[in-house]
């Protein structure tokens, strides 16, 4: 069973920038491929970003690309996300989640963290 925590998240300005970190335990991290989701008021989960188990390949969505970063540090067990040039679109809660794979859908995630509230002021 992994547990992730998320936290990093806060109010920030239009065009400001912000770190979010995800740590996990009670699993062997460097086997998981971690993902970042996110979900705004009234509206479904979506996908952010992923990496794989090695770090080696990420992938994003059209929204954020050019101004997300995921990366890991395996020795920390430890999955980030920065941010820049942050929108009121980006307002949402933000999850990290694990898979034992890569995923093409958010269904695929076997383990999930509570959330960080990220609010982009205007």
């Known amino acids: 069973q992994v547990q992730l925590v998320e936290s990093g998240g806060g109010l920030v300005q239009a065009g400001g920038s912000l770190r979010l970190s995800c740590a996990a335990s009670?699993?062997?991290?460097?086997?998981?491929?971690m993902g970042w989701i996110r979900q705004a008021p009234g509206k479904e989960r979506e996908f952010v970003a992923i990496?794989?188990?090695?770090?080696?390949?990420?992938d994003y969505s059209d929204s954020v690309k050019g101004r997300f970063t995921i990366s890991r540090d395996n020795a920390k067990n430890t999955v980030y996300l920065q941010m820049s040039s942050l929108k009121p679109e980006d307002t949402a809660v933000y999850y990290c989640?694990?898979?034992?794979?890569?995923?093409?859908?958010?269904?695929?995630?076997?383990?999930w963290g509570q959330g960080t509230q990220v609010t982009i002021s205007s």
């Open positions: 989640a694990a898979a034992t794979g890569w995923v093409f859908r958010i269904t695929g995630y076997d383990y």
């Open positions: 990496i794989s188990s090695s770090g080696r390949s990420t």
């Open positions: 009670g699993g062997i991290f460097s086997r998981y491929a």
